[in-house]
């Protein structure tokens, strides 16, 4: 294998043709300071998708390298990103508890599965796939994704926790309710200060690392004023009878929810094992249908009294009397004070989404912190597989991976065109397929192009890929010593980290620009926006709605193209008659067909062409003006061969002009050709008009021919008084760029 076809397979070798320690300075630079927006970032994004944030460091530490290796972009910097980390979350919810192990296995099996169809495209050279997303419909998307994530984000600002609802516009409203009653000062303060931070440094010197700056400045407070002040305390320490029984009547509804879900489980394998030998309508199938359906009613009603209590216990307020933990004890805040106790410590009860400790209940006096991240790189092993579940993410792993892709090709193409450098999309999704394959190999999520930290490696001036490996070798040097150092960062600064990195998501103008190009495209644009929002956190019913309608108008647009009659117009060339108020001639019609004549559209050519005939009885030819079509199937042709007979039955004749060459062979060897008469095919319009105007108007009574003599209205300006005045005028431009 030569080193050309190496270089295909290993785009990275291409780094050191002509590499010098300049361009490795600049590499160095370059990766340094990506790795400092990395780090704090990754460990965001990573609470975004419901992992513990350390899985951020572990998705930052093998995908950049790989996807610098075998992708062809130079700067693309690879990583969590915010779109791909919500959407991990969404696919993720249902199926496990956000953080759980389970969840964790999920997290990475959907990441190899995001790989593979990544890969896949790549080697089958299908990157064009994505043209199935329309920038109207990701537009939509990323616009309420945006919103979506930085609302997502307003319970940590606040310091409050609530139940999730069935859609996230009801989460938020019970964020703010929580938020109006029992906002914690202390985190809303972190999130203010890391925001005050972040945009006063940006709005400095943009090379500053802002995020660094902000992480470095909280974390060092939260340390020195002890921010997090976590509890631990007995059941029985907890001086109320009816909060203690609420735990008890919690815990008991959970192992009751366990029992059931696990009774479900066995129901629908006995369901599916009667099912397969004995039929879905036989007596004890249905009996075990019914059996299902009771338990999910139970499941539901038990679930509905967790959600209940766990809200109830969140929102008690406990005064912590005494100073050290065996000692203390916990009143209700209310109580506590009227017996004059001193409730400068207000504990809350932290609840989960699984069964209390009743002998090791955690009490939050203060605020979240990361906590502890496990030191070392993480363990190199096969991903979990689970064919089940596998099955059961494949769509929303096929979203993601396009929706990522997209967003990465876009990314390069935008950075290729300021450096000149040629990207391939093929090689770019091998790459991206490949980082997120090998990532899941060291427990990484979904992974893709990160706007943000590209436009950060381009500015600092790096030249190849090697500044990303050097920014995952900073991350393996954090993962290795400096760990330690996160304890304290406070999850407000992460949520306020995200808000400010999705706040470029935003564009407004992308909508604006829909419109003008197409309404329609603006409708879907909106459309789309409008139901990912509604629909959230079921994200995929957004998109797929997008899809849906972009493809309905596309197959209606092809089932009914543009057809116009043509006339001379005042700048000599021959223009819809009815847009320009042009006169028609009574036995030509010119007839402009804009679009492919496939089995979906031939009925609508015919009747178009049927009731101009039928309008104008001194008709004697009609030329149809075929530059739009683009394709012509069996149907096409067919079409055309019986159009011809009919107007060669009421005595009219038949010419077309403008074929592409492709549909000219297609004519040809389907003997349509031969039919129509080569004679009768015209390269363009003027020619043809010039051949049968003669034959056509013999003993006709018309003077003024609208196809050959230009209206006096629409004549353009002459050269001298094109030279005297500088212009055609704006409206006259105006309409002839948009013929």
């Not at 034959?695 to 030279?723: I, N, W, Y």
């Amino acid at each position: 294998m030569n080193v050309k076809h190496l270089s295909r397979i290993l785009p990275c070798l291409a780094w050191f043709e002509g590499y010098n320690s300049d361009k490795l300075r600049l590499d160095i630079i370059g990766g340094l300071t990506v790795a400092l927006v990395l780090v704090p970032q990754s460990m965001a994004y990573a609470q975004l998708a419901g992992l513990p944030p350390y899985y951020g460091l572990y998705a930052a530490f093998l995908p950049p390298l790989i996807a610098a290796v075998f992708g062809s972009s130079r700067q693309l910097a690879t990583g969590p990103v915010a779109v791909v980390s919500l959407m991990t979350a969404t696919a993720l919810e249902p199926l496990a508890t956000a953080g759980s192990e389970q969840y964790v296995a999920y997290a990475i099996l959907l990441a190899l599965l995001v790989g593979l169809f990544q890969f896949l495209l790549g080697i089958l050279r299908l990157g064009l796939v994505v043209n199935f997303l329309s920038h109207p419909v990701v537009g939509g998307f990323t616009n309420a994704a945006a919103i979506i994530i930085a609302t997502s984000q307003l319970s940590k600002i606040f310091g409050v926790k609530v139940d999730k609802a069935e859609h996230h516009y009801e989460t938020i409203w019970r964020v703010l309710e929580s938020a109006f009653a029992h906002t914690h000062w202390p985190t809303l303060a972190f999130a203010v200060l890391a925001f005050a931070v972040m945009i006063l440094l940006r709005r400095m010197d943009r090379r500053i690392p802002n995020v660094l700056v902000a992480v470095i400045v909280t974390t060092l407070l939260s340390w020195a004023l002890g921010y997090q002040q976590d509890k631990t305390a007995e059941l029985a320490q907890i001086e109320s009878g009816p909060f203690q029984e609420l735990v008890k009547q919690y815990n008991s509804d959970y192992h009751s929810l366990n029992d059931l879900s696990e009774q479900r489980v066995s129901l629908r394998e006995e369901y599916m094992r009667v099912t397969d030998t004995q039929g879905e309508h036989t007596a004890a199938a249905i009996k075990i249908d019914n059996d299902i359906e009771l338990l999910n009613l139970r499941i539901e009603h038990l679930k509905a009294s967790i959600s209940q209590s766990r809200r109830q216990l969140r929102d008690q307020g406990l005064c912590m009397v005494g100073s050290k933990n065996e000692h203390a004890r916990y009143y209700p805040a209310d109580r506590a004070r009227e017996a004059g106790f001193d409730c400068s410590c207000i504990c809350y009860l932290n609840v989960g989404n699984k069964p209390l400790d009743t002998t090791s209940l955690t009490m939050r006096a203060g605020g979240d912190v990361v906590g502890t991240i496990p030191r070392g790189l993480p363990a190199i092993s096969a991903p979990p597989w689970d064919t089940s579940v596998a099955l059961n993410l494949i769509p929303m792993a096929m979203i993601i991976s396009l929706l990522g892709f997209m967003e990465a090709i876009s990314i390069a193409k935008a950075m290729a065109a300021k450096t000149g450098q040629r990207i391939d999309p093929d090689q770019e999704l091998v790459g991206q397929g490949l980082a997120n394959i090998l990532g899941s190999t060291s427990q990484s999520y979904a992974v893709s192009g990160s706007f943000s930290r590209s436009a950060v490696n381009l500015q600092a001036g790096a030249v190849t890929g090697l500044s990303n490996v050097i920014s995952s070798a900073v991350v393996v040097i954090v993962l290795l010593f400096l760990t330690p150092l996160l304890y304290h960062l406070p999850q407000a600064v992460l949520a306020a980290i995200i808000m400010m990195a999705v706040v470029g998501l935003i564009n407004i103008r992308i909508f604006v620009h829909a419109w003008r190009a197409q309404r329609y495209d603006g409708i879907i644009g909106i459309i789309t926006f409008a139901g990912t929002l509604l629909f959230a956190p079921h994200l995929d019913r957004g998109i797929m709605i997008g899809v849906g309608l972009s493809l309905v108008l596309y197959l209606l647009r092809n089932t009914k193209p543009a057809i116009a009659m043509l006339a001379l117009h005042g700048d000599h060339t021959y223009r819809n008659r009815e847009r320009f108020n042009l006169s028609q001639c009574k036995h030509i019609a010119v007839i402009r067909y804009a679009g492919s004549l496939f089995f979906a559209n031939v009925s609508y050519l015919e009747e178009k062409v049927t009731a101009t005939v039928s309008a104008m009885p001194q008709l004697r030819h009609v030329i149809l003006v075929g530059n739009g079509i683009n394709e012509l199937d069996a149907s096409g042709v067919d079409a055309l061969e019986i159009l011809v007979e009919r107007l060669e039955a009421r005595g009219l004749k038949f010419t077309i002009t403008g074929l592409n060459d492709h549909v000219y062979d297609t004519m040809k060897r389907t003997g349509l050709l031969a039919r129509i008469g080569e004679n009768n095919v015209y390269p363009d319009v003027a020619r043809a008009i010039h051949s049968v105007w003669d034959e056509a108007h013999r003993g006709s009574d018309e003077v003024t021919c609208p196809l050959r003599v230009v209206p006096t209205s629409l004549v353009l300006p002459t050269a001298p008084e094109v030279r005297k005045h500088g212009t055609f005028g704006t409206k006259g431009r105006d309409e002839d760029e948009s013929k």
